[in-house]
């Protein structure tokens, strides 16, 4: 039976966008979220970028392309203002020859798709609009959005309250109901919970076992130059640069498990160093231009997949292991609470396609992927492989009737 309230817990693209999934069926959702704004945190950047990591035929692959394409058509469905979201394209640059040989691989699988196409160095830098040093795998329809404005207009739905500057101490389970503290008050009740609160998740509580790290990112804002208001698409090496937006570039980003919130000189220097390794004459007049930054922790799995379903209590599944081939509805189920986290650094081109999911998991309808897919986002895979069942940790996130 499908549920008619729901609350979930982060405002994040995650949340906002599980919130809207679930308000598109007629579930009443309410959105709690610890800052006085929406997408304060990992999804709070200027500008997000919209395109997908791809490797060749492989499952990371096809996950991210599914994600791309999904994003792609909700914004589309959205209607976000130009001023929001720009379809500007992206170059993913063979900056060095594991590059190189990765995208002339993805290039040669694809054949005659028309997501993509590879361009030799001359007709890279035609289509960015800047003198580029190294050919590329080109997205006509990768993007650079707001992320705020993306959130907000996820948000308006009529079936979605949210409430902000809620910070939520604990959940527990009473009976079949949930119960949401902030403090040693008692704010909200519900029989289904969704955690996309990324790294706090795990410090509600609950017997869970998410295995999540915060990775430290930190984006350059460059002022633009006379030079850089050429560039037409999003550019990415190990790095990425935006085409301007308000006069500013988005810069980044680094990658390190540093805990500091501060600004580091030293970030600012490797984004740069990484803008130089591909466009030396862009590098040249942006380099004294870096106008401020923005620092924010990603949360990521270990396998790197989002962590996506129902929720196992871990104390009670090590204290008593099943046997390899046992039924998953014998398993112990923390009944109504669900998970959409750990998107890294691309949460906007899998969270959305995670919340279609999962609300296709509450609701118990048809999968908008393979199973086989779903399955890997399965959020207990990390405690059932500890536990050596391999098997149901392929294969739990896709078994809608599990409790009947």
Known sequence: MQPKTAIIIGAGIAGCSSAYALAQRGIKVTLLERHEQIADEASGNPQAMLYPRLSGDDTASQFALAGYVYSLDLIAKLALDQADFHACGMLQLGFNDR?????????????????????????????????????????????????????????????????????????????????????????????????????QAQHLGLNLHLKTQAVRGQLSLVRASAASLRLQSIVCSDGYLSPASDGLHSLGASFSSDPSTAIDALDHQSNLSKLNSYAETLYDSLKHKVQGGRVSFRCSSADYFPLLGELLDHQALSARPPRPNANAATLPWVKGLYSNLAHGSRGFTSAPLCAEILASLICQEDLPISHALASLLNPNRFILRQLGLKKLARSLATSTDRHE
């Open 99 to 199: 590059e190189l040989a990765r995208i002339e691989k993805v290039a040669a699988l694809a054949g005659a798709a028309d997501y993509l196409q590879l361009l030799d160095q001359a007709e890279a830098s035609q289509k960015a609009g800047i003198a580029l040093l190294h050919p590329a795998l080109h997205f006509p329809q990768a993007a650079w959005l707001k992320p705020k404005a993306l959130c907000q207009r996820l948000l308006s739905h009529e079936n979605i309250v949210l409430k902000t500057s809620i910070n939520v101490s604990k959940v527990l389970k009473s009976k079949d109901v949930f119960e949401i503290y902030s403090g040693d008050n008692c704010i909200e009740k519900s029989e289904i919970v969704i955690l996309t609160n990324a790294n």
